[in-house]
């Protein structure tokens, strides 16, 4: 049975910078608040009209084909990772297929937030691993500056996101010593009410015990999208930091050592780190617990924010381009987000 390699890696983000000081012109906040609860500095953000998350996706996905060495012609499989698509339907799958002029090939499409990436790699990890598919296109993009609440009111989810993508190519090698090693996903949704964005939805209320405590009143549930939920913010995303990051902290370092434990290896075996891009305080207690070294972790939250589904393809082509992931390398990919899912991949590059 084929190994699974990445054969071309690329990403993409906006142009437009926007510093932590550009976001007191919207809300009360600070470049000191942000930076301390957050680690991040900037994040970039999609042209108000020329950008969407395909378009982004698209970009990312060519720098990848390019360094593949493969065509659009050549993808016979598409999986694309995003929690804010172009339209609520179609995916983004079809669309990059549109855009790239590709072949009538299956696009399928992953909502899985945060973790978005580690699931797709998984999945195509499966198609390759059979024989199903050669040239499998994996993107991870987001554009979340158009969903985000800019006051006051939203800063403490909305200072933390970007906007930007990722995408690798991923192909069979007959090679045992390289490739995808492992990848282990996981999910509870316990407390999925504790990130997540509730309307415009079609869950009439069905979970208001859990999902509306935080507001004084549930909304109006039997309509798709109602001026009260607007009014009441309840359109953009909600989270409950502190949870989430106790959480995170505990399946971080988890998950991680399952994929080593799998593949018999320790924390000291892994050369490059590369978490999703969540907060820079969670990567810095996730390596303090592994006792990872300063140079066995990537991190760029500081420079784009967390972009979600794209994070950790964005972190992870921005290593190998500075040459701090090389030929032989041991690289942990691993993710924790909405539902809450988490996972991990391990490869050895």
Sequence with gaps: MPQTKIAGIGYYVPANIVSNNDLTKYMDTSDEWIQER????ERRYADRTGETTTTMGVEAARIAMERAGVTAQDIDFIIFATLSPDYYFPGCGVLLQRAMQMREIGA??????CSGFVYALS??????????????????????SFGLDFTTRGRNVSVIFGDGAGAVVLQPTDNPGQGILST??????????LLAMYNPGT??????????????????????????????????????????????????????ME??????????????????????RISQFVQQKMGLRDDQVY???????????????????????????????????????????????????
């Design 123 to 144: 999945v195509a990890d499966q198609f390759i691993k059979t024989g199903m598919y050669k040239n499998i296109l994996v993107v991870g993009s987001e554009k979340h």
């Design 259 to 280: 994929a080593l434990s799998a593949n018999g290896l320790q924390p000291s075996d892994i050369n490059m780190l590369i978490p999703h891009q969540a907060n820079l």
């Design 299 to 349: 991190n760029n939250i500081q420079q784009y924010g967390n972009t979600t589904a794209a994070s950790i393809p964005i972190a992870l082509c921005e290593a190998w381009e500075k040459g701090l992931v090389r030929e032989g390398d041991l690289v942990c990919l691993a993710a924790f987000g909405s539902g809450f899912t988490w996972g991990s991949a391990l490869i050895r590059w």
């Design 108 to 113: 399928l499409d992953i909502r899985n937030q």
């Design 184 to 193: 282990h996903l996981h999910s509870d949704g316990a407390d999925a009410e």
């Design 203 to 256: 869950h009439a209320n069905h979970w208001k015990e859990t999902a509306y405590a935080h507001f004084n009143e549930a909304p109006i549930g039997d309509m798709f999208l109602s001026h009260r939920m607007i009014d009441d913010a309840q359109i953009f995303p909600y989270m409950d930091g502190p949870a989430v990051f106790k959480k995170a902290v505990l399946k971080f370092p988890e998950v991680i």
């Design 38 to 41: 957050t680690g991040i500095k």
